[in-house]
């Protein structure tokens, strides 16, 4: 049974959040400071890192896991992303961007690109007629149990 | 033996009429040499900006305010990722989160028993209006196993308008559709034709017995006409009430309408449920827009798009001009709609 997404998965096994630090909230000018965040890296234990999830990365993503040492690297790389659980985040609006008080340009409609079809067909290995030639449709990855690389054999 | 309560949805997408793309300044037109109304962006180069442009917003607050929805003052962009030849940049910029317009309705009218003496008024729910980039075509070459990609669509506007499943059936979609279609024509935000592409109905279409919870829905594309759809929606109702009777299942899965065989077949290339990773789109801060209350002071005009403008100068809909047609001239209502 595949999981959805890393993130979804993350979040169902959350760390208790331990000395709770209340960061401000997202507002520019309240004139509070923050408290000063715990000294060094969080102790947040390691997670493992299931098959069915890392086959799912590799399909979503096209990586490819390779041996131990890149799955490792993987699970090294959650357990830093972990620390993030030691705030409270409590009734504080995400931030999802750092242009968030910046005003959406809005341009013109009039037309100003275009017409370059030799310079951008130049970048492609192969085309046809000034059209870019792809492979038939979508190539699915292998399912896990047909494949012969690292994930498999680790199941 | 219980009756079945078809359940039918849509997913439409309207091609923005504009002169230029939504992201770039490369210009919107059908039958063109291909890969010539393209621009870096639209290829996807590296170090490429996305630039919105302010026609399209227009063009989907008009809409939005035309089918009584509620204009969100501020919305966001996100990124939807998936692989696909004519998507180059690996990911469409749409807006998952919160869409420009939401809850509004569609009102369009059916003649009861093919008659045209009695006309009932229908009502479907809009569920959000958003505005995302159109991918390139791809054409298929079986013969040499090989697709041939032109990226002259790729990132033009287009307005996703998703219907709540309100509709039970072929006829009252096509009705739906056909409405639609004037409005967008009238406001002048899309020409709607569908041979071109400019509009694009997908279907959800589910049965299910009274009382009972929703069935599996499927989802039906590639409807090139508004007379497909009628037939392409009833064709899986009836298939899915025949699947069901014999004790099969239905599937929550994607079909392709044949227009030639007159019915769906499983489409190939979808592996099962995509995974979209949905992101922010780190590159366009929230876009805001204001009404007449909200208007800021020292705001240069031409990055300001006030609603309430927009709204004084719709034009009429074509529900209201049937209505003065016949208010002025004394025609019967169901004459009033062979006009218009």
Not at chain 1, 28 to 34: I, L, T, V
Not at chain 2, 105 to 116: G, Q, R, T, V
């Amino acid at each position: 049974m595949r999981v959805l997404s890393l993130g979804r998965w993350l979040r169902a096994g959350r760390v208790p959040p331990r000395g709770r630090v209340r960061l401000n909230s997202g507002h520019r000018h309240s004139g509070h400071r923050p408290q000063a965040p715990p000294q060094g890296p969080a102790q947040v234990p390691p997670r493992k890192v299931s098959v069915e999830v890392l086959d799912h990365l590799e399909h979503l993503a096209l990586v490819d896991f390779r041996d131990s040492e890149g799955v490792e690297r993987l699970q090294k790389a959650i357990q830093f992303a972990d620390q993030l659980h030691e705030v409270n985040t409590d009734g504080v609006e995400p931030m999802d961007s750092v242009l968030e008080d910046r005003c959406l340009y809005l341009r013109e409609d009039d037309v100003t690109e275009g017409n370059c079809t030799k310079e951008l067909l130049e970048n492609a290995r192969e085309t046809v007629e000034e059209y870019f030639v792809a492979p038939p449709g979508n190539i699915p990855l292998l399912k896990l149990e047909e494949q012969n690389t690292y994930l498999q054999g680790s199941k | 033996l219980a009756p079945w309560i078809p359940v039918v949805g849509l997913e439409i997408h309207a091609q923005i009429s504009s002169n230029s793309k939504l992201f770039s300044g490369s210009q919107v037109q059908f039958a063109a040499p291909p890969n010539s109304l393209v621009s870096f962006f639209d290829a996807s180069l590296p170090g490429t900006l996305p630039v919105l442009n302010r026609r399209c917003v227009e063009a989907a607050v008009m809409t939005g305010l035309a089918l009584n929805c509620h204009i969100n003052k501020k919305s966001l962009f996100d990124r939807k990722h998936y692989f696909y030849a004519d998507l180059p940049a690996g990911y469409q910029i749409t807006q998952q989160r919160v869409p420009i317009a939401v809850n509004g309705s569609l009102s369009y009218s059916l003649c009861i028993d093919n008659k045209m003496s009695q006309m009932v008024t229908k009502t479907v729910r809009i569920k959000q209006i958003q505005l995302e980039q159109d991918s390139g075509k791809s054409l298929h070459d079986d013969t040499r196993s090989q697709t041939l990609v032109d990226l002259n669509r790729a990132g033009v506007g287009l307005m996703e308008l998703v219907m709540e499943p309100d509709m039970c059936c072929g006829e009252e979609a096509a009705a739906a559709v056909r409405e639609l279609q004037l409005i967008l024509q009238t406001l002048g935000s899309s020409q709607a034709v569908m041979a071109e592409g400019q509009l694009r109905v997908d279907a959800n279409v589910s049965v299910h017995h009274p009382g009972e919870p929703y069935g599996v829905r499927t989802e039906v594309k590639n409807i090139n006409s508004i007379r497909f759809l009628a037939k392409a929606i009833d064709y899986e109702i009836q298939r899915q009430i025949q699947e069901l009777g014999n004790g099969g299942t239905i599937l929550n899965e994607t079909r392709a309408f044949d227009s030639k065989l007159g019915c769906t077949i499983p489409m190939r290339d979808k592996e099962g449920k995509q995974d979209y990773r949905f992101m922010p789109e780190p590159n366009l801060p929230p876009l805001i827009l204001y009404d007449a209350k909200s208007l800021p002071a020292n705001m240069n005009h031409q990055q300001v798009i006030n609603i309430d403008w927009i709204h004084e100068r719709l034009p009429d809909l074509p529900s209201v001009k049937r209505e003065k047609l016949v208010e002025q001239y004394g025609i019967l209502p169901e004459h009033s709609f062979t006009l218009l």
